[in-house]
C-alpha cells in the first residue's frame, strides 16, 4: 500500500553482509523504517558473489537490500569510527554479523555500543552464539546445514550427503532476525529500553529439523533418510507417463480413501498394510513402487488435475523455468520500474496497512550512493568531507 509504514519514525543502521543481515534489514525496510546500510569502501562482501549480476552488483545482493541508503565507510579507521558512533547515536537499531572477536577488537560489541547508545537495540547475527567453544568458529549456510545434520534430511538410505541447493538458513534466520527486532521495538516502545537481539544460524537449523531432532531422540537412532516424507505416505514426487514430474501427498485417512478411489485402486483400502497411516508409511517403499507404475500410464497434468479434484495436495515438480512460466506463480513477483527485468520477490507476510508498496520502495543502493547526503546529515561540510575522501576513509557514490 503507499503511505507509511509501521516503523515510519525508526532509523536501522545495518552493518552486516551477505544474506541473513541484510535480510532482516530489508524486511525492517519494507516495514517503513529508515535502513542505513555501511558498507565497506569497494562495497560489502555480498555484492560479489556471482556470477550472474545485475549491473555491478550480484543477483543475490540485489534480494536482500533494497530500501536501504548506502553509506561506504572504513569503520576501522578512527575517523570512520567517529562518523559511526555519531551515526548509531541517531539510530535506534544496529544490525551487524560481524564475529564476536571483531567486534570486541573494533568495540562494538553490545557493552560497547550500549556505552554510547543506552537505549540500542543491538541485533547480531552469529554462526553458532557469541559463547562457547564454537563462537569463533568461522560458517556459512551450507556448513551450519552440514553440521546440524541437515545433509541426510533430504534423499535415501544410501545416498551421499544432499545439500539442500537453497540458502535456506540464511533467509530463515533473516526472517527470525526481524521478528525478535520487532519485539525489541515494541518492548522499547512500552518501555524506553533497548537490549540485545541475538539470532543464531545453527538454532535456526535446527528449528528447520525439529522433527529429525525428536525422532532420533526418542527412538534413540538415526532418522529415517527417504524421499517420500517418513510422517506420511504416500507423499513424494513421482514421475509420469509424458515423462515429467509430480508431486502428490496424502496426509489422513480420509485423503488415503479419496486417493484410492481417484487412481482404482480401493482394494488397498481393506489392504493390512494400509489400514492407518503408520502402516502406510512402514510400508512406502512396495506402495511407491506400485504407484510408480500407475502413474506411468497418464500424462502428469492428468494425474494433477485428477488428484486436485480429490482434494488431495498435488502438484507439478516445475524446473524455475517452468515455474516462471506459470502466469499465477511468476505474478506473485513484483516488477520494479527501477529494476528493468529484476522481479521483486514481497515478504511471505502482507499487511493490509502499514507495509510500503513495494513498487515504490527504492531500489538496492549503489555503492556510497547517499554517502554525501548522510556526512552533511552528521555535520561535516565539504572541506572535511573532502577529507575523508582523500583519507580513504568514505567513498562517494558514483
Request: proline letters at 6%; hydrophobic letters at 45%; a negative charge.
Amino acid at each position: 500500500m503507499v503511505g507509511k509504514g509501521v516503523l515510519d519514525g525508526i532509523t536501522v543502521v545495518d552493518l552486516s553482509r551477505l544474506i541473513a543481515g541484510p535480510y532482516a534489514a530489508m524486511a525492517l525496510a519494507d516495514l517503513g523504517a529508515r535502513v542505513i546500510k555501511v558498507e565497506a569502501l569497494a562495497g560489502e562482501d555480498g555484492r560479489h558473489l556471482g556470477p550472474p549480476f545485475y549491473g555491478d552488483s550480484s543477483v543475490t545482493y540485489m534480494s536482500c537490500n533494497r530500501g536501504k541508503e548506502s553509506l561506504a565507510l572504513d569503520v576501522r579507521k578512527p575517523a570512520g569510527r567517529s562518523l559511526l558512533e555519531r551515526l548509531i547515536q541517531r539510530a535506534h537499531v544496529v544490525v551487524h554479523n560481524f564475529r564476536p572477536d571483531f567486534a570486541e577488537q573494533y568495540a562494538l560489541t553490545y557493552e560497547a555500543v550500549r556505552g554510547f547508545h543506552p537505549e540500542v537495540i543491538y541485533a547480531a547475527v552469529t554462526a553458532f552464539g557469541a559463547q562457547g567453544e564454537y563462537r569463533l568458529r568461522p560458517a556459512v549456510d551450507s556448513v551450519v546445514q552440514g553440521m546440524a545434520g541437515g545433509f541426510y534430511a533430504s534423499g535415501d538410505d544410501g545416498d551421499d550427503p544432499i545439500r539442500v541447493g537453497l540458502p535456506v538458513v540464511d533467509v530463515a534466520s533473516g526472517m527470525c532476525g526481524a521478528f525478535g527486532i520487532l519485539a525489541a521495538v515494541m518492548h522499547w516502545r512500552q518501555t524506553g529500553r533497548g537490549q540485545q537481539v541475538e539470532t543464531v544460524l545453527i538454532d535456526t537449523m535446527f528449528n528447520l529439523m525439529a522433527t529429525k531432532v525428536a525422532e532420533h531422540a526418542v527412538e534413540q537412532r538415526e532418522p529415517a533418510r527417504a524421499v517420500n516424507l517418513p510422517i506420511a505416505a504416500p507423499s513424494r514426487h513421482f514421475r509420469a507417463g509424458d515423462g515429467r514430474w509430480f508431486s502428490v501427498s496424502v496426509i489422513s485417512d480420509a485423503a488415503f480413501r479419496r486417493f484410492c478411489e481417484a487412481i482404482g485402486r480401493e482394494a488397498w483400502l481393506t489392504d493390512s498394510r494400509y489400514a492407518s497411516n503408520a502402516g502406510r508409511v512402514a510400508h512406502r517403499p512396495e506402495m511407491a513402487a506400485e504407484l510408480h507404475a500407475i502413474f506411468a500410464t497418464r500424462p502428469a497434468a492428468d494425474w494433477v488435475d485428477l488428484f486436485s479434484d480429490a482434494d488431495i495436495p498435488s502438484g507439478p515438480v516445475n524446473t524455475v523455468s517452468q515455474a516462471m512460466a506459470d502466469p499465477i506463480l511468476a505474478g506473485r513477483f513484483v516488477a520494479h520500474p527501477a529494476l528493468p527485468g529484476l522481479p521483486l520477490m514481497p515478504l511471505p507476510s502482507h499487511l493490509e496497512e502499514g507495509m510500503l508498496s513495494l513498487e515504490r520502495i527504492a531500489p538496492p543502493p549503489r555503492v556510497g550512493q547517499h554517502s554525501a547526503a548522510l556526512l552533511h546529515e552528521l555535520g561535516c561540510d565539504a572541506q572535511e568531507v573532502a577529507r575523508l575522501v582523500a583519507g580513504r576513509v568514505v567513498r562517494l557514490g558514483d
